[in-house]
């Protein structure tokens, strides 16, 4: 790893493959910023573009606060700077012209990536990246100085961001890569180029950009193709297409998890479950209880330390520091309101995840009665109402007290409850309530709760259920019990 790192005008010009200043000026920068609300002073700003803002808007915001120079687009949108004047002709600001902001942005952190030459390992898969990550986090930390992906920063704008704000002293950046649209984790490794990679798992997820599980599949295995050829490459047994389509990628492909499918040095098996739904899993050798609950929880543990052990790193300690890792907020958050148990695993929503959730609700302790509240799973393109439907039908043949369907869901109860050919269906049970928001949806769950029960709230992040967690704080946080006209 290189002692010190220094944006200079030659540097930038190099990253950007643009040819030397003839003036040969030494200009350095402090920083590579897109945001001009925490712009450093003598920051190099780059303007970038997006559906919804244009950074070519805010030059002359960023010359304000002491910019050193920008990188602007000869296509942009919006040219006129706060002040009116041309992105190119800002006071004094400096300008490096390219063909797009959001390219120079990535070639900028590949150039830092390089010059730094950290161990970088690459997280993908329709579910489990964040947890992963802070696994991974949590259990190299004593082997590494470790930089992580903050929050869910995974894009086009988020990864590039998390290689340039790397501290200079980490020396392996565990990075998560997300995709919406094909082609877009092959552009993301191509900025990263990873070391090591990891595909949790894939679903039908953004179907809406990837169309089918088979893109899909394909998206997310492109994170092997831009893997470093000599650098060990894991993914999960589930589904079984994702190990088959693997090897096709990577014969030397490892695979991690519960089943026969998972390598047999990196398999696990489940021992029992406490009152968190957390599993005891006998692995390597050794035994360990997660602080996640659900197979899902221990299947990223298993991922955790098969990445530990193909890099060489102690297992011991790290699975000691993984199982101290927790659910992070509304990623299978477990709180408790009153006498309620509420499972908060609503940051976000695909068919997969939705059943895992489902499952763990099932297999959770408590005698008050389970209530699985699922909203909308967004992004699922053509596939949305059959997908909606399927899941919806399969959690109410679980051992659950009621089903709340709310949003996209809700056409799937209506046909549900009425059978087929539209007849209705008297010998339906009670147990399946339809509402099209969040608050509907509490409104009509509200009198059917004695006050004791464990309740999963799960969906896509764009209809944000966990705002109902203030409804259940008002009427449940001081003392639980049964509210005010209870229905029989």
């Given at each position: 790893m290189s002692d010190s790192f220094v944006w200079t005008d030659a540097s930038v010009r190099t990253a950007l493959g643009m040819p030397p200043d003839a003036g040969g000026r030494d200009t350095r920068f402090s920083q590579v910023s897109t945001d001009t609300r925490t712009l450093e002073e003598g920051a190099l700003f780059v303007a970038i573009e997006g559906e919804r803002f244009d950074g070519h808007a805010f030059l002359g915001e960023a010359e304000n606060r002491g910019a050193g120079a920008c990188v602007v687009s000869t296509t942009a949108r919006s040219h006129p700077s706060d002040s009116g004047e041309a992105s190119t002709g800002v006071g004094t600001l400096r300008c490096y012209e390219v063909e797009d902001t959001l390219v120079a942005l990535g070639l900028l952190a590949r150039f830092r990536r390089r010059a730094l030459a950290p161990k970088v390992v690459g997280i993908t898969g329709s579910s489990g990246k964040t947890t992963l990550k802070e696994l991974l986090a949590a259990s190299l930390g004593n082997a590494f100085r470790v930089h992580a992906t903050r929050g869910n920063r995974n894009n086009r704008i988020g990864l590039p961001l998390t290689l340039l704000e790397a501290p200079e002293d980490t020396n392996l950046w565990v990075v998560e890569l997300g995709t919406s649209e094909p082609g877009e984790?092959?552009?993301?490794?191509?900025?990263?180029?990873?070391?090591?990679?990891?595909?949790?798992?894939?679903?039908?997820?953004?179907?809406?950009?990837?169309?089918?599980?088979?893109?899909?599949?394909?998206?997310?295995?492109d994170l092997l193709r831009g893997t470093h050829r000599d650098g060990p490459v894991v993914v999960g047994d589930r589904p079984a297409i994702l190990p088959e389509r693997a090897r096709e990628v990577r014969t030397d492909v490892r695979v991690s998890g519960l089943s026969n499918r998972a390598d047999p040095e990196l398999r696990g098996e489940l021992l029992d479950s406490d009152s968190r739904g957390c599993y005891r899993v006998r692995w390597g050798g050794g035994q360990w209880r997660p602080g996640l609950p659900g197979r899902h929880g221990v299947e990223n543990f298993l991922l955790a330390l098969s990445v530990v052990r193909l890099l060489g790193v102690d297992v011991e300690v790290a699975a000691h520091a993984a199982a101290r890792v927790e659910p992070g907020p509304l990623r299978g958050e477990v709180r408790r309101v009153g006498d309620l148990t509420l499972l908060l695993d609503c940051y976000n929503a695909n068919p997969q995840s939705v059943r895992a959730a489902v499952q763990l609700l099932s297999e959770l302790p408590g005698s008050g009665g389970k209530v699985a509240i699922l909203g909308s799973m967004l992004e699922l393109g053509a596939r949305s109402e059959a997908l909606h439907r399927e899941i919806l039908e399969e959690a109410i043949h679980q051992p659950l007290a009621l089903v709340v369907a709310v949003g996209e869901f809700v056409p799937a109860a209506e046909a549900l409850v009425a059978g087929p050919a539209g007849r209705s269906r008297p010998d339906w049970p009670p147990t399946l309530l339809a509402a099209d928001t969040a608050e509907e949806a509490y409104d009509l769950l509200r009198p059917r709760l004695s006050g004791s029960e464990t309740i999963l709230l799960k969906a896509s992040r764009g209809l944000a259920l966990e705002k109902l967690l203030d409804r259940f704080l008002e009427d449940f946080g001081a003392s639980g019990g049964a509210p005010p006209g209870r229905e029989a």
């Open positions: 984790i092959g552009t993301l490794a191509a900025i990263a180029e990873p070391d090591a990679a990891v595909v949790t798992t894939v679903s039908e997820a953004h179907l809406s950009g990837l169309e089918s599980l088979e893109g899909v599949l394909d998206e997310k295995l």
